[in-house]
Structures are given as structure tokens and as C-alpha cells.
């Protein structure tokens, strides 16, 4: 089953302790990204990556660090969490060359207390 | 302005009507226009694509979309309770690197 999968799906955790979300995708996708989604602000980018090693900075990324050393893998890393880091967090890939259809991940629900 | 807007609703309506979902864009280099569906905590889901003017039908959803206008909308026909969720329009930036979210329009379908 073609699909974007994260882990883990729920995380709470106290301020300054270093994690990372794992987002993973079995479609071949070049294109991957992370984004948080806070009521009345939707969905903001943090990160993407467009390919291979090749990663770019999004709307919000303050805070947050991603690499991409595999296709298929696109893990996020908050090295010292604060409360304001305290979201829903989205992993999503898709394709570059025909179509620009997005897939997301389930979601990770994180809590920074 | 914003780069996506979308009347956050509740857009009521009763079962087995039609619903429109409307949203406005600002990038004039947007190319590819995408609407998703939310439910209420889970991940947004892809339900159309729209790449040139005009309509293109899917089942019970069509999508429209105005390049001139920055203009692009959803309709829901037959619409059943379980369409009850936020609609999420999203544009493609100029560059092809992201996707542009409106907030979302919340749809509530009465039985």
C-alpha cells in the first residue's frame, strides 16, 4: 500500500529534551516536507526537500532541523523543544516530474511541556 | 492579503444538497490548484486535482477553476453527513515548491 507513515503519533515531552519525528515514504517520491498545523493558522511549512540531500527551509523553520540521506526517509529534529514547538505535525512526499499530487502522513500530535 | 482565502463557514447544508466551496488566490504563477478534505484531527486528504481552466468532474466532487479570476471552487453534490469536515484549497506556488493552505472552509451536512 502506497503510503506516508510517521513516528511516533503522540509525544509528550518536557522543554529541551532533544527528538526526532521519523517520516517515511514507499512511493519513490523526490519531494518531501514537514508542516505544523495550529488552529486559525492552517498548515505552515517548516521544511522541504526536494531531493537527496537537498533540503530548503519553509515558512516557519526556526527551531526545527531535517536531513534527507535517503529517498524515502525525511526525519525531523527539534534539538531543544519549547512550548510554542507544541502542534500537529504533518509529513508529506510526492512527485516531481508529472503530476504534483501531495500525500500526507497521519500526523504527530506533540506536547512540550 | 492573504495568499489563500477561504470563508472559514460553517458552510451549512442539508443532505442530499449541493455544496460550494469557494477560494481566491494571489499568486498569479500558481499552475496547480489542489483541494483536500480534514477531519476533525487527522491528516488532510487529497481529493482533487485541477491543472487548466474549466471544470473536471470526480464522482460527486467538481472542481472549477478561473486563472484569470485567481479563482477556484468545489462543488459537492448529493452531499452526505459524512462530507462533514474542513475543505482545504491549495494552490501550488510559482516555483513548484510548496503548497499555498487557505484555513479552510468547514462544511457541515445536516441529515
Known amino acids: 500500500e502506497a503510503q506516508v507513515t510517521q513516528n511516533p503519533r503522540y509525544l509528550i515531552t518536557v522543554t529541551g529534551k532533544k527528538l526526532t519525528v521519523t517520516c517515511s515514504q514507499n512511493?519513490?517520491?523526490?519531494?518531501m516536507s514537514w508542516y505544523r498545523q495550529d488552529p486559525g493558522l492552517g498548515l505552515r511549512q517548516i521544511y522541504y526537500s526536494m531531493n537527496v540531500e537537498v533540503t530548503d527551509k519553509g515558512d516557519v523553520p526556526e527551531g526545527y532541523k531535517v536531513s534527507r540521506k535517503e529517498k524515502r526517509n525525511f526525519p525531523l529534529i527539534l534539538e531543544s523543544p519549547s512550548p510554542n514547538q507544541t502542534s500537529l505535525y504533518f509529513c508529506?512526499?510526492?512527485?516531481?516530474?508529472?503530476?504534483?499530487?501531495?500525500?500526507f502522513g497521519p500526523g504527530t500530535r506533540l506536547t512540550v511541556t | 492579503q492573504k495568499e489563500v482565502e477561504q470563508n472559514s463557514g460553517p458552510l451549512s447544508v442539508p443532505e442530499g444538497a449541493i455544496a460550494s466551496l469557494n477560494c481566491t488566490y494571489s499568486d498569479r504563477g500558481s499552475q496547480s490548484f489542489f483541494w483536500y478534505r480534514q477531519y476533525s484531527g487527522k491528516s488532510p486528504e487529497l481529493i482533487m486535482s485541477i491543472y487548466s481552466n474549466g471544470d473536471k468532474e470526480d464522482g460527486r466532487f467538481t472542481a472549477q477553476l478561473n486563472k484569470a479570476s485567481q479563482y477556484v471552487s468545489l462543488l459537492i453534490r448529493d452531499s452526505q453527513p459524512s462530507d462533514s469536515a474542513t475543505y482545504l484549497c491549495?494552490?501550488?506556488?510559482?516555483?513548484?515548491?510548496?503548497?499555498?493552505f487557505g484555513t479552510g472552509t468547514r462544511l457541515l451536512v445536516s441529515p
Open positions: 512511493m519513490n517520491h523526490e519531494y
Open positions: 491549495a494552490p501550488m506556488n510559482t516555483g513548484f515548491q510548496k503548497l499555498v
Open positions: 508529506a512526499s510526492r512527485g516531481t516530474l508529472t503530476t504534483y499530487e501531495q500525500y
